[in-house]
């Protein structure tokens, strides 16, 4: 069974940083991609950022040159460094891995959320 284990959400101040993790366990195959989406209240879920097998990146616009997005292979964890936050960063964080050989073929795990606030 695959679990998914983020940590590292919280209140800070507009300027501020935070970092976020999220582990996966059960893993049984090649995992093709992990990634971090965030939902903000009224709002659909976006992607934030992701990081394939081989360490490509790809950032939204909204966070490009302020977020870092890299993961430990061996611990099968990802990470987001989050810099310059703002009160717009606000929004529950989302660890996202697809495993799998093939992206057609894969199956898609989502964490439970952890809650960023960027206070103003």
């Known amino acids: 069974q695959v679990q998914l284990v983020e940590s590292g959400g919280g209140l800070v101040q507009a300027g501020g940083s935070l970092r976020l993790s999220c582990t996966a366990s059960?893993?049984?195959?090649?995992?093709?991609?992990m990634a971090w989406f965030r939902q903000a209240p009224g709002k659909q879920r976006e992607l934030v950022a992701s990081?394939?097998?081989?360490?490509?990146?790809n950032y939204a616009d909204s966070v490009k040159d302020r977020f870092i997005i890299s993961r430990d292979n061996a611990k099968n964890t990802v990470y987001v460094q989050m810099n310059s936050l703002k009160p717009e960063d606000t929004a529950v964080y989302y660890c996202?891995?697809?495993?799998?050989?093939?992206?057609?073929?894969?199956?898609?795990?989502w964490g439970q959320g952890t809650q960023v606030t960027v206070s103003s």
């Open positions: 996202n891995v697809v495993v799998g050989q093939l992206l057609a073929t894969a199956s898609t795990y």
């Open positions: 059960g893993i049984m195959n090649r995992i093709y991609r």
């Open positions: 990081i394939t097998g081989s360490g490509s990146t």
